[in-house]
């Protein structure tokens, strides 16, 4: 596995390749667990080639939250990533991607999808994903690039952007891997204790009952979204947002005459839980 650990070492690995060879790529912020070998694996089914890359994007960390806290595994990541079969692995520098500083950076916005949930709570975050994944797409001209579904308004942000920019890649959306007692794979779990840890599953338990019983209910949407956030306040958690929402726009879900999800964001602790379920 070739590791590339600057923006020209990349460029000069991906000019190598044969202009027949079909590029997979699967970014990630490292700290790498079962959900981002999945992105893998299932990448590779669909390309000659996979690059994974490992960058810890200070652009979509706000200033109150876990930016230097953020998990840095590096060799265990490589490992991981040589064991999945990965070709190559770019782990650019803070200066490869922002080389006048994060705030004089171009930035890539777009609008609408962001304004709800995770981009109504964290200000600038996706302004930060969509500005890097859009380098990093332009760096590694992939053909395909893989996206968790836990992170479902990121992948549809990053849908919107590839379209409205025409970059070519195709966007392969990977379904959420779970620990066995549902709870959805995420680098932030680590940071839970163990008495959090043990409650956390209940998180997903809810979004996965509050999106049954919404589609059993069909019209009460509101009430079952109050229940479910009530579960969740009186078991300790700080929920952020508990919302049915179109997944084709993300606009409020208050009858279900197009694909609909539950979206869930809560703090245990500090750690902040995200996750989904279709209804
Ligand atoms: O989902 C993530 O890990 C990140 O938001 C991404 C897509 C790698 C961009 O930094």
């Known amino acids: 596995m070739e590791i590339l650990r600057s923006l020209d070492a990349m460029r000069e690995w991906r000019a190598s390749l044969a202009p027949s060879q079909r590029v997979g790529f699967a970014p990630t912020m490292g700290n790498l667990h079962a959900g981002h070998i999945e992105l893998i694996n299932v990448i590779k089914q669909q390309s000659d080639v996979v690059v994974a890359s490992i960058f810890v994007n200070p652009m979509q960390f706000g200033g109150n939250e876990d930016l230097d806290a953020y998990p840095r595994t590096l060799e265990a990541d490589l490992a991981k990533l040589e064991a999945s079969g990965t070709a190559a692995v770019f782990t650019p520098t803070t200066t490869d991607i922002y080389p006048d500083g994060v705030s004089q950076h171009t930035a890539v916005d777009v609008p609408g999808l962001t304004d709800v949930l995770c981009g109504a ?159």
């Open 121 to 279: 709570s964290r200000p600038g975050h996706f302004r930060g994903v969509t500005t890097v994944v859009s380098k990093l797409l332009g760096i590694v001209r992939p053909h395909v690039a893989a996206f968790g579904a836990k992170d479902l308004q990121q992948v549809l942000v990053i849908k919107k952007m590839v379209r409205d920019l025409s970059i070519n890649t195709e966007i392969e959306v990977v379904p959420t891997v779970r620990e066995s007692d549902g709870l959805a794979m995420s680098s932030r779990n680590g940071y839970l204790s163990h008495d959090e840890r043990a409650l956390a599953p209940l998180f997903s338990r809810t979004l996965e009952e509050t999106a049954k019983r919404v589609a059993e209910s069909g019209s009460d949407v509101k009430t079952v979204i109050a229940e479910g956030k009530a579960i969740l306040t009186e078991a300790g958690f700080v929920v952020d947002y508990l919302e049915a929402r179109h997944t084709h726009d993300l606009s409020e879900a208050s009858s279900l005459n197009q694909e609909t999800a539950i979206f869930g964001a809560a703090f245990l602790g500090t750690t902040r839980l995200i996750d989904n379920r279709i209804v």
